[in-house]
């Protein structure tokens, strides 16, 4: 608190007044040393003329005597008298003759000072009243600022939050720092005539990270951040609300560009006309406010809203529209590459062993949102610190995933031997029922351990994330759910108490099977229930269910029988492999937890039950015999290619230095780019053939390249042919015959086969081009196709079937890389127009802003 603030508090002041008067009635007190006796132990002394000295303060009808002997130890006393014994008093002490005098004190006080001895009490009680209410109200020193926002402004000075500390919400990230980017470089936006978004919904489960990413953005605005909860808008006065968002509006809009970040939303956002009450509604108010300041009337520019809630389904549509909330970011639990990364931030600085590998633990922490990962990784580092370890370990880690999930282990919960026997049993038919399943995830541990209200569990964990699931998946459920009760009647002849979560387990799968899934043969594909079924929506509030009594009686019974489906398939699965059950229970009662590589110890004979096929009545639409298309990963992995694919390097845009021109004499062959020759390839467009693989010197070569890959050189010839594309390093002299005069046909092969290759040339810039001897080879045939090399370009068509020379033209690259792009499919170069002969000019040369000239040896292009 600063100086200026704490001379200006009422409360000082108050406290200053007060010890004041205490100072007052201290110094001013006459009793100060004297001994209070009863008044007939004063008049007793003064019978005995043991007087030394008197004072009688007729104001206060008190006496105070000097003794000249001791009294219970003193010889100052004072005495308090009746005001009609005052003459007598005065009597007694003139007899009594004092040694040294007597005196009579009369005082009188002046109104003035009688009447501030009222007004004081008083005037410090208001004070302290009008005090209490300020800062009740939040106003700081402005007295009934009811209307005033409670927004905080965060300072540049503020602890900060960066897009980096930020995991597992990469979409998110990406979404809002475009909102930073636009704040900050607004010029790049608006030349494409671009708008910045009014607001930003940020919608999701609780604790995957909506608050987290606005302290994020907060952190990179660099405008000013005003952050403010849903709640704070609602006051116990009314138009409180709605007045708070006027003046929270006008702050920002005096600062803008600026962001609002409104929390839980929900709180003023909610849909209107819902519940009870009526258009008077406080919050309804409030709701109207904030509607017109985001997009009403007026405008406001430079100013970004964004809001986070875990109730988007609540909201009032009005506020939802495009131009209130442009964008609405959905921020869910993260994937297994998320829960990786949210593991690897929380677990910096912290020392763990050398062995804990965070992978294993994203796998086993499935479903698991952004503040359960920081959790795990908080009690691992209390559980080490609580056994005195150094090091945080795997066992640690799965230790505090059990109490995240389940609770602490009550380890001291005393059990009796018959129902840790029954709870053997229980988990162990869950366990079994699940591996004999076919789609459903593996069993990861089964543990009768009891652990928050439960007696034990058996964990399945799937090795990938899910989005779907199938209908044989979900009976699969069904028929885990029900193995624990199957256990118990299979085993003891009589179900207890400890499946009733089980049962409301399978009851809501079952039901949602039926009623949301269509996955019921008799019913069929229809949703039953509208599921805005809340009256506080101000929806649905006292109307009936959208479906008959009939209908609900069918429903009744669906549910009823895929449970009973479910529970019978378990019992068969159970009494098929009794003898494992038994001792699965064995090793759970001497050892308690079971992890994975046990299981697949005990449950080494167990098969895989066939697919449930009791409810598969598709009536006139059985399914396909056909199988599905196999997806690119499918194909990889039965290929023994890793999947999925590695990422590939990152183009670089290189200069390189111009090559060397080729010497063209009289008499030679066209050569590409001259007049008369094939032109120079199109890098970037594809051409329209198709065909074979050439073989030879003419394969491509492996490597990575931009816009297209590597492939043989094909140059064809021929005066009004048009060429192929570049290819591979160093020049290699191709086939055919030279070119014939005045268009005519060379001279065929046989067969049309392709010529023999010449020996390779020598390549740019090592040296000058020296071309191989030319081989005859065949014709080709108006319209013929040739086949583009794997990987590598395609040829260009020939013209009216005349003959062209297959040659290279290629400027050499390094190692590994190929030219590049191809031509556009089915389309002639644009330079590939018929060349009449003439004098043959030197090629283009390829200058330093030329982004695909050729690189220089050694050069690795990315």
Do not use: C
């Not at 030394?52 to 008298?81: F, H, M, N, P």
């Not at 059990?415 to 076919?438: D, N």
């Not at 050499?812 to 043959?840: F, I, L, S, W, Y």
């Amino acid at each position: 608190m600063d100086r200026k603030r704490l001379i200006r508090s009422p409360l000082l002041w108050v406290a200053v007044i007060f010890a004041a008067y205490l100072l007052y009635s201290y110094l001013s007190d006459d009793t100060r040393g004297y001994k209070a006796e009863p008044t007939s132990v004063a008049l007793a002394q003064l019978d005995a003329k043991n007087v030394g000295s008197a004072v009688i303060d007729d104001k206060e009808q008190r006496i105070r005597l000097v003794l000249k002997t001791e009294v219970d130890g003193t010889t100052q006393i004072y005495s308090q008298y009746p005001a009609a014994a005052a003459d007598d008093i005065f009597v007694a002490v003139q007899e009594a003759q004092p040694t040294e005098n007597f005196n009579t004190e009369v005082s009188s006080e002046s109104a003035l000072f009688s009447l501030l001895i009222y007004l004081i009490p008083i005037g410090l009680i208001i004070l302290f009243l009008l005090w209490m209410m300020n800062n009740a109200q939040g106003g700081g020193n402005k007295v009934m600022s009811f209307g005033k926002s409670k927004a905080k402004l965060l300072t540049k000075d503020m602890p900060t939050t960066k897009f980096t500390d930020v995991a597992g919400a990469d979409e998110a990230v990406e979404e809002l720092d475009e909102i930073r980017d636009f704040l900050a470089n607004p010029a790049r936006y608006q030349a494409l005539g671009a708008k910045i978004p009014k607001g930003v919904l940020l919608y999701g489960p609780p604790g995957t990270g909506k608050t987290l990413l606005a302290r994020a953005v907060a952190g990179e605005a660099g405008v000013p951040f005003y952050s403010i909860s849903g709640s704070d808008f609602v006051e116990m006065f009314v138009g409180v609300g709605a007045s708070r968002v006027r003046d929270l509006f006008e702050q920002a809009k005096a600062n803008s560009p600026a962001i609002i970040f409104v929390d839980e939303i929900d709180a003023v956002g909610r849909h209107r006309g819902a519940g009870m009450g009526g258009g008077h509604d406080e919050r309804e108010q409030t709701l109207n406010q904030l509607l017109v300041e985001m997009d009403g009337f007026e405008a406001k520019g430079g100013i970004i809203l964004i809001a986070a809630t875990n109730r988007p389904d609540i909201l009032d549509p009005a506020l939802l529209r495009p131009g209130r909330f442009d964008r609405q970011i959905p921020v869910g639990s993260p994937d297994l590459k998320g829960r990786r990364a949210i593991l690897e931030v929380h677990g910096k600085g912290k020392p763990f062993a050398p062995d804990v590998d965070m992978e294993p633990l994203a796998k086993r922490t499935v479903g698991m949102s952004g503040a359960d990962l920081a959790n795990v990784i908080n009690e691992a580092a209390l559980l080490t610190a609580r056994t005195n370890g150094t090091l945080i370990t795997n066992e640690a880690l799965e230790e505090s995933v059990d109490r995240v999930v389940g609770g602490p282990a009550r380890k001291g919960k005393i059990i009796s031997e018959k129902e840790k026997k029954i709870t053997a049993y229980h988990e162990g038919g869950h366990a079994l029922a699940a591996w004999a399943m076919p789609g459903l995830e593996p069993v990861y541990k089964v543990t009768i351990m009891p652990r928050g209200r439960t007696g034990g569990h058996a964990l399945v964990v799937p090795e990938d994330d899910k989005g779907l699931m199938t209908r044989s998946e979900m009976i699969a459920r069904l028929v885990m759910a029900m193995g624990g009760r199957a256990a118990e009647e299979l085993v003891f002849a009589e179900p207890t108490t400890g499946a009733s979560s089980d049962i409301a387990q399978a009851t809501k799968i079952a039901r949602a099977m039926v009623t949301e899934y269509g996955m019921s043969s008799k019913l069929g594909a229809v949703k039953y229930g509208s599921g805005d079924d809340e009256p506080f929506l101000g929806r649905t509030y006292g109307h009936s269910p959208d479906y008959s009594l009939e209908v609900g009686a069918e429903i009744d019974g669906e549910v009823r029988a895929l449970i009973e489906a479910a529970h019978t398939e378990a019992w068969a699965v159970l009494n098929h492999y009794r003898d494992v059950l038994d001792e699965l229970a064995k090793q759970l009662l001497e050892r308690e937890t079971l992890e994975r590589k046990d299981l697949e110890v005990i449950f080494a004979s167990v098969e895989k039950r066939p697919r449930i096929t009791t409810f598969d009545e598709y009536g006139s639409r059985p399914p396909s015999d056909r199988p599905p298309i196999k997806t690119p990963g499918e194909l990889a992995i039965e290929r023994g290619e890793p999947w999925p694919p590695p990422e590939p390097p990152k183009l670089v845009k290189a200069v390189q230095p111009a090559p060397q021109p080729v010497p063209v004499g009289a008499g030679s062959y066209p050569v590409p780019g001259v007049q008369g020759g094939p032109p120079y390839p199109q890098y970037g467009q594809q051409s329209g053939w198709t065909g074979g693989v050439l073989p030879g010197p003419l394969a491509p070569l492996p490597g990575t390249y931009p816009n297209g890959n590597g492939g043989a050189p094909v140059n064809g010839g021929g005066p009004n042919g048009n060429g192929g594309q570049n290819g591979s390093n160093g020049v290699q002299v191709g086939n055919g015959f030279p070119p014939a005069p005045n268009g005519q046909h060379g001279q065929p092969g046989q067969n049309n086969q392709y010529g023999q290759p010449g020996p390779n040339g020598q390549g740019y810039p090592q040296g000058g081009y020296q071309p191989g001897a030319y081989q005859p080879g065949g014709p080709q045939t108006g319209g013929h196709q040739f086949g583009p090399p794997t990987g590598g370009h395609q040829f260009g068509p020939a013209t009216g079937g005349q003959p062209s020379v297959q040659g290279t033209g290629a400027y050499p690259v390094p190692n590994g890389q190929a030219p590049h792009g191809q031509a556009a499919d089915g389309q002639v170069p644009p330079t590939g127009r018929h060349q009449h002969p003439g004098t043959a000019p030197n090629p283009p040369v390829a200058g330093p802003e030329d982004p695909w000239a050729p690189p220089p040896s050694g050069d690795q292009r990315r």
